[in-house]
């Protein structure tokens, strides 16, 4: 426990049990639920809970699971509800519109309830890393520090082209999704390590490879690879410019927010169903979101940055109308990580994650609407708040220890945490449904491994 005791991890789920009393209040149930995830960010970021770790400057340990991925994936979850809140109240665009008075009370007693279990989740979550926080002091392997930013570049190049290889072949795109991630990551940081060293080839080769990227991103079609890409840079170059990074990160993370809804909706609506060339979607869209003053910036806050919404549909149905779903959903997990080159009639996973959502009549079975329930949801419908109170605890604590795990095989943070566990297991920063998060943090196990053996075999890596 790091030298602390066991009741400052009760104290993280004091705000749910405090709001949990007041649920009979339900404006002042979820703004405590609310505020607790504030709490638990401000409890657990300044050490109070258990010590940060002191074997790296505070800036060059940013990419472990307490920091960047805490604050991603709670922060998009706990926190982002506020405006659904507001709309509940009859708020538009911050102004109490007409309906102020005409309150939905079923509306905003399912949205305080699921803003608890956020709370619920949220101090779940952290406590799991918390508790397996405690990263090796020894190094069992090394690299020799003078290869690494040229071995960085070398695996971001490498790593590119065998993305592209691996989408194009039967049962391996979800590879393909962790080498170009792993390609993206790699290259930043190497473009991070060559900028302040001065080494004009390494910058130029690096920089091209950004650029690409933040193409790919552009032109996805989705805000969050967009946001990623500019976050994980400026992370990156922290370390040794500070200054700049927070004069120039911060801003332009705030301007991607506001402009991001517009250019993602005019995008998609050009490339997707308007059949306009990838280049003229994008630049047609950017115009679009820095120029129309109507864009749908509230809709978006609303809407689709948080996705309370659909949490209260599932709420409502579960266990009202459809019973918790118990293990069902962790053994659809180990079905889909089986290969479907071994089993040829192997269930579709996208299917099984949907039937789910019918059934809660989230959306119409006969839409071509893709609503798949975030992991938090699948918790509540596994067994309710305990269910979310279990698997949050070990969503934490498995990315925790595979962090600890890179480190160790890895030769330390730069390659382990910051390069392999960001790369193959970013998938954690935003969570998914449990089919999904499960068959992609098995497979990307497996992938570390493998690279492991293979700088191992190459003697990049060497036992100390």
């Known amino acids: 426990m790091g030298g602390?005791?066991?009741?400052?991890?009760?104290?993280?789920?004091?705000p749910w049990v405090i709001a949990y009393m007041f649920r009979g209040d339900p404006y002042l149930s979820y703004i405590i639920a609310w505020l607790g995830s504030f709490v638990i960010f401000f409890l657990?970021?300044?050490?109070?809970?258990?010590?940060?770790?002191?074997?790296?400057?505070?800036?060059?340990?940013?990419?472990?699971?307490?920091?960047?991925?805490h604050i991603i994936f709670a922060g998009y979850t706990c926190t982002t509800s506020i405006f659904y809140f507001f709309s509940v109240l009859g708020y538009d665009e911050f102004h109490a519109g007409p309906t102020y008075f005409l309150?939905?009370?079923?509306?905003?007693?399912?949205?305080?309830?699921?803003?608890?279990?956020?709370?619920?989740?949220?101090?779940?979550?952290?406590?799991?890393?918390?508790?397996?926080?405690k990263?090796?002091?020894?190094?069992?392997?090394?690299?020799?520090?003078?290869?690494?930013?040229?071995l960085l570049m070398k695996i971001a190049i490498i790593s590119f082209p065998l993305s592209t290889i691996l989408i194009k072949l039967p049962g391996l795109s979800q590879f393909s999704v962790q080498f170009s991630a792993l390609s993206f990551i790699a290259g930043t940081l190497a473009l991070a390590f060559a900028i302040p060293l001065k080494k004009a080839v390494n910058t130029l080769v690096c920089s091209v490879l950004y650029v690409v990227n933040f193409y790919i991103a552009l032109t996805s079609g989705f805000k969050?690879?967009?946001?990623?890409?500019?976050?994980?840079?400026?992370?990156?170059?922290?370390?040794?410019?500070?200054k700049v990074v927070l004069i120039t990160f911060i801003p332009l993370l705030f301007s991607l927010f506001i402009v991001l809804p517009a250019y993602v909706n005019s995008y998609r609506q050009a490339a997707w169903s308007d059949d306009v060339n990838t280049d003229e979607a994008a630049q047609q869209s950017l115009d679009a979101a820095l120029n129309d003053e109507n864009t749908s910036t509230w809709t978006f806050l609303v809407l689709r940055l948080s996705e309370i919404d659909m949490f209260t549909t599932f709420v409502k149905s579960t266990p009202q109308t459809v019973d918790y779903y118990g293990t069902e959903l962790l053994k659809q997990s180990a079905i889909a990580i089986v290969p479907r080159i071994f089993w040829q009639g192997k269930p579709i996973t996208e299917?099984?994650?949907?039937?789910?959502?019918?059934?809660?009549?989230?959306?119409?079975?006969?839409?071509?609407?893709?609503?798949?329930?975030?992991?938090?949801?699948?918790?509540?419908?596994?067994?309710?708040?305990?269910?979310?109170?279990?698997?949050?605890?070990?969503?934490?604590?498995?990315?925790?220890?595979?962090?600890?795990?890179?480190?160790?095989?890895?030769g330390g943070y730069i390659l382990g945490t910051a390069l392999i566990f960001s790369g193959l297991f970013q998938i954690l920063w935003r969570g998914l449904s449990f089919e999904f998060i499960i068959n992609s943090v098995f497979w990307s196990y497996m992938s570390m491994l493998g690279i492991f053996h293979i700088l191992r075999k190459r003697h990049i890596l060497r036992k100390v």
Request: aromatic share 12%.
């Open 103 to 133: 309150i939905d009370k079923e509306k905003l007693e399912l949205t305080a309830q699921c803003q608890r279990l956020y709370c619920l989740g949220h101090a779940a979550f952290i406590s799991g890393i918390l508790m397996f926080m």
């Open 351 to 410: 299917e099984l994650v949907m039937a789910r959502v019918y059934k809660a009549g989230v959306v119409n079975s006969g839409s071509n609407v893709s609503a798949k329930p975030a992991y938090i949801v699948d918790g509540y419908l596994s067994a309710g708040p305990i269910g979310v109170f279990l698997s949050m605890f070990l969503y934490g604590a498995i990315a925790q220890l595979i962090s600890i795990k890179a480190e160790r095989l890895f």
């Open 135 to 150: 990263y090796p002091k020894k190094k069992e392997y090394k690299i020799e520090s003078s290869t690494l930013a040229g």
């Open 44 to 69: 657990t970021l300044s050490g109070w809970v258990r010590p940060i770790p002191n074997d790296r400057p505070l800036g060059e340990q940013l990419m472990r699971p307490l920091f960047v991925m």
């Open 4 to 14: 602390k005791g066991i009741e400052r991890y009760i104290v993280l789920f004091m």
């Open 224 to 242: 969050e690879p967009i946001i990623i890409s500019v976050l994980v840079l400026g992370i990156f170059l922290y370390p040794s410019y500070k």
